[in-house]
């Protein structure tokens, strides 16, 4: 049986030291590292992760403030509202929750955030930051999932990873994490031609396709690590369920460590944002 990556646990730990970090400032500097969410509209998923962002900054000491804006927001009131945050000294990060009602323009909104207070690691200054392997505010989930693989690899150089997935916010900040750990990374995507054989050669899989059960065991190389970072809901025995990308049972017995859901990805994707938020905290106090 596979070793369990137990992202619960290890989001506590990035925690606690996130609760450190924030008496720390508080104590040396008398500042309360505060994060700013922004909801536009009711999509039920965005509403349960913004409650439980909010949760999880109270629960670390942090400053939280919750902005929620009708569907019917403009893009000129939300700019508007992510200006005024900008300016606003009192707040360290910036999070606008996505996906936004389809008449906003998601990149617009995301360029306008000031890079200091990019708490998701979304604006063009800190991908390409990233990209270039600089320090920068690092994307939420990649960052969780390279804590988790750390777990199992001290030392991850070499190792042949596979990426399933090429979006903006998972799948090409993870290639460039990897990339920065000196691993190998092939990113495959909905035209990769044999995936399968691609992911059974691979020492690492990261999957993030938000295909339910995508991956199976034989697409594993037996001892290879297998991270999850699909949330996709389903209904069984009549009631609402959450799966990952990865079919858990049958990868479990072939994979040498795997990362669940839920209890995997979800609570470190949290923890790193308040991860990023102190830091941003501390480099404008910089
Ligand atoms: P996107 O829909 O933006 O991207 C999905 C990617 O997967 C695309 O690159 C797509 O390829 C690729 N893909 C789709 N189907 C296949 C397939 N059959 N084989 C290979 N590749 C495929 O999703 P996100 O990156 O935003 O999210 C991915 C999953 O991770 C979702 O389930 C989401 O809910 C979850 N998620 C979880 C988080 C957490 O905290 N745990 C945080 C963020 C996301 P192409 O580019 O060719 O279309």
Known sequence: MAQLIDGKQLSNQVLQKVASEVEYLKGEYGVVPTLAVVLVGEDPASQVY?????????????????????????????????????????????????PLPPHLDEDEVIASIDPAKDVDGFHPLNVGALAAGQASLVP??????????????????????????????????????????DCTVTM??????????????ADIVVAAAGRKELV???????GATVIDVGINAIEADGKRK?????????????????????????PMTIACLLLNTTRAARRQLA
């Open 188 to 201: 495959a995507h909905s035209r990769t031609r044999d995936i399968e054989s691609l992911c059974r050669n």
């Open 50 to 98: 913004v409650r439980n962002k909010v949760k999880r900054a109270k629960e670390a000491g942090m400053g939280s403030i919750e902005y929620r804006l009708d569907t019917e927001t403009t893009q000129g009131d939300l700019n508007q509202l992510v200006a005024q945050l900008n300016n606003d000294p009192q707040v360290h990060g910036i999070l606008v929750q996505l």
């Open 216 to 222: 199976n065991a034989d697409w594993i190389k037996p």
């Open 140 to 181: 939420c989930t990649p960052q969780g999932c390279m804590i988790m693989l750390r777990q199992v690899h001290q030392d991850l150089s070499g190792k042949h990873a596979v990426v399933v997935g090429r979006s903006n916010i998972v799948g090409k900040p993870m290639m460039a994490l990897l990339l920065q750990a």
């Open 242 to 266: 959450l799966v990952g990308d990865v079919a858990f049972a049958p990868v479990s017995e072939t994979a040498g460590a795997i990362s669940p859901v839920p209890g995997g990805v979800g």
